[in-house]
């Protein structure tokens, strides 16, 4: 575009400002574009074709967010943060990891057409208007970034980071993490990639070293080596709503941030405050935002007019130099608007005033920009009119196309991301460990039990063999750390932990707030950023605090991202109830049907020594290969038990398998475990947990009454072992379900229902605890299920 007489393209756009001429021209592209986007949201919402419409309008100031920020440098997008998508696009893929702070290389956005947004496959603009030959329309790439939005907006299968399944902002090539929040819930990640990033960076030895991922990435990730995507001196940016200040997922990011930087932990992280003042209809109080983001402590405080892209620019600018020069957390506060209504069809009249509205109209940030680049004589009026419609007929040309694109076509493409299982790999996966452990690393492996190797020590309880088990896996997998409350220095409430700290070192095994959104959003953060964490809820109670991290963010990362991302974690949380001398419903908790309904996690729950080293084995390697969420939960009155049916037999001991043994012992995902009690076949008893003791218990009885017991133990919750299920209740045709959790919602109805849906025959009966909250002492007896209940809901089975 030809420029008027006045300021030259390469100077500073105002007096007193660093943005030059040309870096606002391009951020007015992104502006434009962001525009354009929000009202084609709405052109294809009136007839039915769009199903998002949730825009940017008011917000476009974030664009210079982007261009102050590196290529590189991950962000979690607030969903208003449309023009910094657009803005991030069209930035260099080089990003100048380990370069200057000063971004005044980031130049002309025709000159940044990344290669990645113009792939042959259509994900691109290559095929789109360009415009004229002097730029009245926008380039390639921001047209790239358009095409993106637009196809979440339509629901197409070729939507470049989730493929129809939302409309969200994300993009790998470019570092932009999908977040489907619209309560601040993907805070706590990003504090925990802020985390890693540092950790990673400290740690030294290859691991998210300048330039992004190793060369041998697909080998290194084979062999469970840490394979960071961040380069290590990257700054993690984090965009959220004014409204959602008020959220504890918010505090309890802000809170962490705070606390680690009080500690002396070091947490790059950016956090960008986007306050038009409204949360749907309810208004922000004023100075409340303000007040509260300034009161955090340990978060440098930066706050500027979003409207004015100068200042936006400067100040943004400022903020990302101190985080990343400093490596510690700030807010970046930007005053903006809300123009066209929250979503949709809102009526803003409902609960604005008139005079509220046209306020915010003459603060319109894309008319700011405008009066800007036509004052500094870089445009004329005309030409920028020209401009807006051009790039708008290019937005509307964009949207028309992908009109006609493919939709999601069967349960199974919707699917397919959710939790890829490659049982084959994760076993050559257990496999090559073993080998590993016997060959190259028994040197180490001796070193790091002290030359007291778990499979020379005898028979061990539950509790000391899932210690022994993450020690292995700690030697396995370098970039394994094992973290949560009380976990380090005094090895974990029940000793399961114990130990592990001395062995491999603080960076690796470490104590965290008393805050269970912080510890899974570390995790959430750690897994993303290339790491393995275990982190640990100390008590199956205390996760319904923070079980969103798991619902809203874990589980959907790969869904949502079409496997770029993924967050690979195994969450140990000790549970379910019995304990004797101790408890109450907040240490016996039974409740699991929320995890059970988080789609695509894996539910693991060993009741025996033997089963729990395996299966954590199976846990690791399923987060390291296929990236699975896992939860491992651990029944707490099983942990240091010794003796099944009388006092002294020791036989609910059992030896650690050394390596040479972890082949064969191998447990799949899914798969349960079959135990024989009695000559005849009778009834067959599904239970798990606590379950399986008691139900091994009643079956001796019941074989002393001629009465022979299958007694399977499910062990695996999520996914339900359903083949194993169906072929020991056809095996005696009779089947009790012993469930400790409780009668409604517990895990029992989901075993009745495979029996149902795979057309079982038999009878079938259930026991389980009463619909009720754990009660403190020897009431607890009266609402769980007892050894009692089992043996004559069996001799019930069988009198029909």
Same mark, same amino acid.
């Given at each position: ?12 756009? *105002? ?68 023009? $910094? ?8 893929? /080089? #990003?100048? =990891? ?57 629901? /197409? ?7 129809? !399944? ?28 802020? $985390? ?74 950016? $956090? ?23 009161? *955090? ?98 937005? *509307? &040309? ?7 694109? *493919?939709?999601? =076509? ?87 932990? &114990? ?108 009741? !025996?020594?033997?089963? =729990? ?50 082949? %064969? ?32 218990? %009643? ?8 009465? #022979? ?92």
């Amino acid at each position: 575009m030809p420029a008027s007489s006045g300021r030259a393209a390469d100077e500073p756009v *105002r007096d007193g400002g660093t943005l030059d001429g040309r870096t606002a021209l391009d951020l007015f592209d992104a502006q434009l574009v962001s525009r354009h986007l929000d009202l084609a949201a709405r052109w294809l919402r009136s007839f039915g074709e769009g199903f998002y419409t949730i825009g940017s309008a008011g917000h476009e100031g974030n664009a210079a967010v982007a261009l102050a920020l590196r290529p590189t440098d991950p962000a979690l997008l607030h969903y208003r943060s449309g023009a $910094f998508y657009c803005a991030r696009v069209a930035q260099p893929g /080089s #990003g100048g =990891a380990g370069g200057t702070d000063d971004p005044a290389h980031r130049v002309g956005v025709t000159e940044r057409v990344a290669e990645a947004m113009r792939a042959p496959d259509g994900n691109g603009s290559a095929d789109g208007h360009r415009g004229d030959p002097d730029g009245a329309g926008a380039s390639d790439a921001v047209l790239g970034a358009a095409r993106d939005v637009l196809r979440g907006v339509v629901a /197409s299968a070729d939507e470049p980071i989730a493929g129809g !399944r939302h409309k969200v902002f994300g993009n790998a090539a470019v570092a932009v993490v999908p977040t489907t929040s619209t309560i601040a819930s993907h805070l706590p990640r990003a504090v925990g990639i802020g $985390f890693a990033v540092e950790r990673l960076r400290r740690l030294g030895d290859g691991r998210g070293r300048p330039g992004g991922r190793r060369a041998a990435g697909g080998a290194a990730r084979q062999r469970g080596e840490a394979e960071s995507p961040w380069p290590s001196d990257a700054i993690v940016v984090c965009s959220f709503g004014d409204a959602s200040v008020n959220h504890a997922s918010a505090a309890a990011a802000f809170n962490t941030a705070g606390w680690c930087d009080h500690t002396g932990l070091r947490i790059p992280v950016l $956090f960008v405050c986007e306050d038009n003042g409204l949360g749907i209809s309810v208004k922000s109080p004023e100075g409340w935002v303000a007040q509260t983001l300034r009161a *955090r402590p340990g978060i440098r405080y930066f706050a500027a007019d979003g409207c004015d892209l100068v200042e936006t620019y400067d100040v943004a600018v400022e903020a990302a130099a101190w985080v990343r020069r400093h490596r510690r957390p700030a807010v970046l506060h930007l005053s903006m608007v809300r123009l066209m209504g929250h979503a949709g069809a809102d009526a803003e009249v409902a609960y604005r005033t008139a005079a509220e509205i046209a306020r915010d109209v003459q603060r319109d940030p894309l008319v700011a920009t405008a009066r800007l680049l036509a004052g500094a004589g870089l445009v004329t009026p005309e030409e920028l009119i020209a401009r807006y419609d051009e790039v708008g007929w290019q937005v *509307r &040309k964009v949207a028309e196309e992908v009109l006609g694109e *493919r939709k999601l =076509a069967s349960a199974a493409d919707v699917v397919a991301p959710l939790a890829p299982r490659r049982p084959v790999r994760v076993a050559r996966a257990v496999t090559d460990a073993a080998g590993r452990a016997a060959g190259p690393a028994a040197a180490a492996r001796s070193a790091a039990f002290d030359g007291k190797l778990p499979e020379q020590a005898g028979p061990l309880t539950l509790a000391q063999t899932i210690n022994a088990a993450l020690a292995d896996g700690l030697l396995d997998y370098p970039q394994m750390t094992v973290f949560g409350e009380d976990v380090a220095a005094k090895g974990g409430v029940y000793g399961v932990t &114990k130990g592990l700290r001395d062995r491999f070192g603080a960076p690796r095994v470490f104590d965290t707030l008393l805050d269970e959104t912080s510890i899974l959003g570390l995790g959430l953060g750690a897994g993303l950023s290339g790491m393995l964490p275990v982190p640990e809820i100390q008590y199956l109670a205390y996760l319904h605090n923070a079980e969103d991290q798991l619902r809203g963010e874990a589980a959907t990362m790969q869904y949502f991202s079409r496997g770029a991302y993924r967050n690979p974690m195994v969450v140990r949380i000790a549970g379910l109830a019995y304990q004797d001398g101790f408890g109450g419903h907040f240490h016996n908790d039974n409740s699991l049907a929320v995890l059970r309904d988080v789609p695509g996690l894996v539910l693991a729950v060993p009741s !025996r020594a033997d089963d =729990a080293a395996p299966m954590l084995r199976s846990c690791l390697a399923g987060a390291a290969v296929d990236g699975s969420v896992c939860v491992f939960l651990e029944p707490i009155a099983l942990y240091h038990t010794r003796d099944l049916h009388a006092d002294g037999d020791d036989e609910w001991l059992a030896p650690y398998l050394g390596p040479g043994g972890w082949t %064969a012992s191998h447990v799949p995902i899914g798969r349960g475990r079959v135990y024989g009690v009695g000559s005849a076949e009778d009834v067959t008893i599904i239970t798990f947990g606590n379950g399986v003791r008691m139900s091994l218990r %009643a079956a001796a009885k019941l074989a002393e009454e001629e009465i #022979g017991t299958r007694v399977l133990d499910l062990r695996w919750l999520a996914p339900l072992p359903v083949a194993d299920i169906i072929r020991e209740a056809q095996a005696t045709g009779r089947v009790l379900v012993v469930d400790e959790t409780r009668r409604s919602g517990g895990v029992g109805e989901g075993v009745v229902a495979a029996l149902v849906d795979a057309g079982f025959v038999g009878s079938a009966r259930r026991v389980a605890s009463i619909d009720t909250f754990v009660p403190l002492g020897p009431a607890a007896r009266h609402v769980l299920v007892s050894e009692e209940a089992i043996t004559q809901g069996a001799r019930t089975l069988l009198a029909r």
